[in-house]
């Protein structure tokens, strides 16, 4: 296992985590990043979010993340949908915020957990033509087979990222 995946591991694995992500488009091209040493190809394209800090609430964080890692501050957000990713040794329960207004110059940033080599590796504004040339492994589960970002935009409540779990196991089918 490379460094990268080892701190990422230690970091972030084996746990369980509270993120909050933005969802922010522009001129009709959504804003993700690029990860290194995630996913089953070490690749992965998500939307910029992070752990929400103990006292920390959800809204907080989203602002605190999309700075970090994007270099923007969201001015303008409401709430959309929970969706739990659950990729082991990764297993995160994600708030998703809809973001319509943010301020500031967009630019890869840094995750401050990640002391030494960086696992965000590119920041992008993608069109939808772009996006489905990406292919489906590398993208975040909510990414996957869009044919419109309004299926995107429009989610509401609870959806969930099966990755590598068993069909007919519990926590596929969170209803069984």
Known sequence: MSDLKADIVKNFGHKLRVRVCGLYIENNRLLLLKHHSIGKHSILWSPPGGGMDFAENAAETLIREFKEETGLTPT????????????????????????????????????????????????????????????????????????????????????????DVPAGSPERDPAS
Do not use: C
């Open 76 to 163: 303008a957000y409401e709430f959309a949908f929970v969706h739990e990713y659950v990729n082991p040794p990764m297993h995160a329960v994600e708030l998703f915020f809809i973001i319509t207004k943010a301020e500031g110059k967009a630019e890869l940033g840094k995750d401050p957990e990640m002391m030494g080599e960086q696992m965000l590796q590119e920041l992008a504004f993608v069109d939808l033509e772009t996006l489905n040339k990406i292919p489906e492994e590398q993208k975040h589960f909510l990414l996957r087979n869009l044919n419109s970002w309004d299926e995107l935009m429009d989610r509401k409540g609870y959806s969930l990222d099966n990755h």
